[in-house]
């Protein structure tokens, strides 16, 4: 399988884009025409490293870079990593690794644990300014002074110290004096503003934890609502993309900009989050499904997560194909998870080769077929797609095909074999249907057939016509193979309620035509009559060829007209 082209600003070089112009895009635009800074449009992706990415974070990714692409300008990986306690290398590396294989490649990497330094400055900053103050209300206060959405909150006891002793006590703070909650650093903002986020936020905490990258140099971490404004102004960020949830908070990114003074600050735009049906959308939720088993691992073909599709056989192209076609918009809504579907089955169909492989075999056995010949049968590679050519197959008197190609007593309109019946075997001959021999309980085990050597596929013959093709394994050399099936994690029970789905794996060990044993992993097929695979890159070997589905062939999604 070819692998996918790297170019140094993103897919829109490979395949002109959709030219979609979204709000964030006009807001650019609109700065761009003003003036508003004299530095080139710069984004980031932020991801906090507790966790392995999901196709929710491909949109921020496909968003982030190709807005600075289309824009000419520049686009970070930043690892929000100031919370020590859920952070992991582990996750640094799979999220690099993730935004790679989509496509993209960052200006730089960037931890917002480098900038702790600043941050502290800026917090002396807030507090010189009489901008912010060393709390000393316990977590219960803390939450009591709030106040509600209708009731404005109560000022803290402390909030009028001075600056010297807010000095002080934020130096102790961070040099450990105090145990974890015993002491915050807050804002000093507004405790009636109808936004509660404008109430005193904390801006600071105390955590004796080992943090990932600075170890145990700090004891105090900066919250998000203060670290992430100033991260974006230090990396020269014009447009800070984030989701819907954040938009309550802008306010706040502006106090945080504005009172510790950056020239041109960045602007925070948000978007509505992607939502899948059928797929969870969240790192914790997903950790918790590897940590209770419910899955192997966070690049388990089921999860919705970027390693996880990649392992299922996804293409990057397929993913930011999805991006691009869902758009960006400012309501919260939930994309079918056939549409993502439709992606990667219209990315495959021109590009990966066919294969016959038979999940739950019957032997047939050819009666007149001379024992001991063999032949080798011409099949089409890709029937969209001719430049993929063909390959060859062996034939001989015994084969496999599949079970449900075979009724003892047929339906109405079914027109595979049956006793009496004659079928096309794709790609070789005509057979007929004779006798089958049923084991003690039942099941049929083989059929009997006659073959008419006139009928070879590719000789012209225009004899007679079947109605049914089913397709066959020639079985003396064919290649026993394991196929996993999937369905969704997440199911809507009758109410309609998504709740978890147990029954998400289906393994089946069948027969594959000998050229299978020229598939490396990672190798995507479409398995004939079946759907597409791809040959999965763990558990696959040479002792055992192990197939994950990446998607059936028929899509029961529908766009909306
Ligand atoms: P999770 O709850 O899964 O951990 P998060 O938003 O906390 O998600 P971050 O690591 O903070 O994850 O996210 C990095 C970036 O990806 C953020 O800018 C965030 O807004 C964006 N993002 C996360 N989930 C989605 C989603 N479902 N749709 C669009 N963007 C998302
Ligand atoms: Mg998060």
Known sequence: MAEEKKTGSGPEEEKPARESINFIHSIIERDIRDHVYDREITTRFPPEPNGYLHIG??????????????????????????????????????????????????????????????????????????????????????REYRGTLTEPGKESPYRNRSVEENLRLFQEMKEGKYADGEMVLRAKI?????????????????????????GTKW?????????????????GVTHSICTMEFEDHRPLYDWVLRETEWVQPPKQIEFARLNVTNMLMSKRLLKKLVDEGKVDSWDDPRMPTISGLRRRGYTPEAIRDFCERIGVAKSNSTVDVGQLESCIREDLQPKVESRNVIFDPIR???????????????????????????RRVPFSGELYVE?????????????????????????????????????????VTELYCTYD?????????????????????????????????????????????????????TIRHGFAEPSILQSEPGNRYQFFRHGYYAEDTKLSGPEEKVFNQIVGLKSSWKPKK
């Open 364 to 390: 047939v056995i050819l009666t007149n077929y001379p024992e001991d010949q063999t032949e080798e049968c011409e099949l089409e590679n890709n029937k969209e797609n001719e430049s993929l050519g063909t």
């Open 190 to 214: 507004d405790m009636s503003s109808p936004n509660m986020n404008m109430r005193d936020p904390v801006l600071y905490r105390i955590a004796h934890a080992e943090h990932h990258n600075t």
């Open 453 to 505: 050597p006139e009928t070879r596929s590719g000789s012209g013959f225009e004899g007679r016509k079947v109605k049914g093709t089913i397709h066959w394994v020639d079985a003396k050399t064919a290649v026993p193979v394991t196929i996993r099936d999937f369905d969704y994690l997440l199911k809507a029970d009758e109410t309609g309620t998504e709740v978890e789905n147990p029954d998400t794996m």
């Open 57 to 142: 974070h491909a949109k921020s990714i496909c968003l982030n870079f190709t807005t600075a692409a289309k824009y000419g300008g520049k686009c970070n990986l930043r690892f929000d990593d100031t919370n020590p306690v859920k952070e992991d290398t582990e996750y640094v590396e799979s999220i690099k690794e993730d935004v790679k294989w989509l496509g993209f490649d960052w200006d730089e990497t960037r931890f917002a644990s480098d900038y702790f330094d600043t941050m502290y400055e800026c917090a002396l900053k807030l507090i010189r300014k009489g901008k912010a103050f060393v709390c000393g209300l316990n977590a219960d206060e803390m």
């Open 219 to 235: 004891c105090v971490y900066p919250m998000y609502d203060f670290a992430h404004p100033i991260e974006d102004a230090i990396e």
């Open 403 to 443: 079970r449900e190609d075979f009724m003892e007593n047929p339906v109405k309109k079914y027109f595979r074999l049956f006793p009496g019946n004659e079928v096309r075997l794709k790609g070789a001959y005509f057979i007929t249907c004779n006798d089958f021999v049923k084991d003690a309980d039942g099941n």
